[in-house]
């Protein structure tokens, strides 16, 4: 799919898997949200609350409608994704590609099970 970001390698074993993707310049949503650059330290890029700026509505528009699309398709394949967050769409030129598919398929929770679990109707 043109909105799901490519991986390069893989290999698991019964303990724990390596997934390696290319390195991208531009980093993720989360790095243009608060205008960090991809290979400084986590704590540099996103504890300066005033660094934080808001996206242009063309841009939201076309992100929104692009993560939309890749969800729509994820979703018709039977395909599980519980990880959305800005830190894994990945920003290749003017388009999103959601990154991390392998996380349902290595048995890891929901990014918001934490906030599910709390309600007793949903299982």
């Known amino acids: 799919h043109p909105y799901i970001y490519k991986i390069t390698f893989t290999t698991a074993n019964e303990s724990s898997a390596l997934v390696i993707r290319p390195f991208s310049e531009k980093g993720t949503l989360k790095d243009l949200i608060y205008k960090a650059k991809p290979k400084d330290p986590f704590l540099k890029k996103y504890c300066n609350p005033k660094k934080i700026q808001g996206l242009e509505l ?3 528009k076309t992100y929104g409608r692009q993560i939309l699309e890749v969800l729509k398709f994820l979703h018709e394949k039977g395909f599980p994704y ?3 967050h800005s830190a894994n769409v ?6 999103c590609k959601l990154l991390d598919l392998e996380n349902s398929l290595l048995g890891l929770p929901s990014f918001y099970r934490s906030y599910f679990s709390q ?5």
């Open 82 to 84: 519980g990880h959305l």
């Open 58 to 60: 063309q841009q939201i």
């Open 90 to 95: 990945m920003l290749d030129g003017d388009t």
């Open 119 to 123: 309600f007793r109707k949903i299982n």
